[in-house]
T-cell receptor, first 113, second 115 residues
Framework: DAGVTQSPTHLIKTRGQHVTLRCSPI?????VSWYQQVLGQGPQFIFQ???????GRGNFPDRFSARQFPNYSSELNVNALLLGDSALYLC????????????FGEGSRLTVL | AQSVTQLDSQVPVFEEAPVELRCNYS??????LFWYVQYPNQGLQLLLK??????LVKGINGFEAEFNKSQTSFHLRKPSVHISDTAEYFC?????????????FGKGTKLSVKP
């Protein structure tokens, strides 16, 4: 069975641009979470979606947004990119909102120049 | 607010030696505790978790951790490490009753196993 898949795996953008990252959860998983992992730091929670509704938001500016589609896949959008947005963006899925193990994808590495 | 402190950023150890990776947390409510491992250029994999019950938790790859509520610690141990254990290890917490996807992570400990 396929795990959590993310695309693209690597991308380079310039300051001020916009980026869209995509995530497909494990089949049957209804919850998707997004994390930002800056080099040398632990992952930091950005958003959680469950059944297409936002169920949690971390301490990130409004430039960050996300959505979940009827097939439970998800997109993370970041507008007006800053150098500090350079990071590994991890998507994780779980079966339900409060139960089940959290499974992580391999991430999308974003470099902002 | 919750926080997680991993006391060692890097831990070098020789193959077949024991290892302990330390984790302390701060929270005003009851928490669930987790250890994840991240191999180079990969995502995070769950090693073990403490939800309730026995304070000694056994995980995959021979790792175990002990929850100590009075010391607010959840240290990870392995009696004999292998070269393949070289990776970065993250301790994480979430609120009792909080959603599964909202974890607070520590900054990580890089374990380097030398032959």
């Amino acid at each position: 069975d396929a795990g959590v898949t993310q695309s693209p795996t690597h991308l380079i953008k310039t300051r001020g641009q916009h980026v869209t990252l995509r995530c497909s959860p494990i089949s049957g998983h209804k919850s998707v979470s997004w994390y930002q992992q800056v080099l040398g730091q632990g992952p930091q929670f950005i958003f959680q979606y469950y059944e297409k509704e936002e169920r949690g938001r971390g301490n990130f500016p409004d430039r960050f947004s996300a959505r979940q589609f009827p097939n439970y896949s998800s997109e993370l959008n970041v507008n007006a990119l800053l150098l500090g947005d350079s990071a590994l963006y991890l998507c994780a899925s779980s079966l339900e909102l409060y139960t089940g193990e959290l499974f992580f994808g391999e991430g999308s590495r974003l470099t902002v120049l | 607010a919750q926080s997680v402190t991993q006391l060692d950023s890097q831990v070098p150890v020789f193959e077949e030696a024991p290892v302990e990776l330390r984790c302390n947390y701060s929270s005003s409510v009851s928490v669930y505790l987790f250890w994840y491992v991240q191999y180079p250029n990969q995502g995070l994999q769950l090693l073990l978790k403490y939800l309730s019950g026995s304070t000694l938790v056994k995980g995959i790859n021979g790792f175990e951790a002990e929850f100590n509520k009075s010391q607010t610690s959840f240290h990870l141990r392995k009696p004999s490490v292998h070269i393949s254990d070289t990776a970065e290890y993250f301790c994480a917490v979430r609120n009792y009753g909080g959603s599964q996807g909202n974890l607070i992570f520590g900054k990580g400990t890089k374990l380097s196993v030398k032959p």
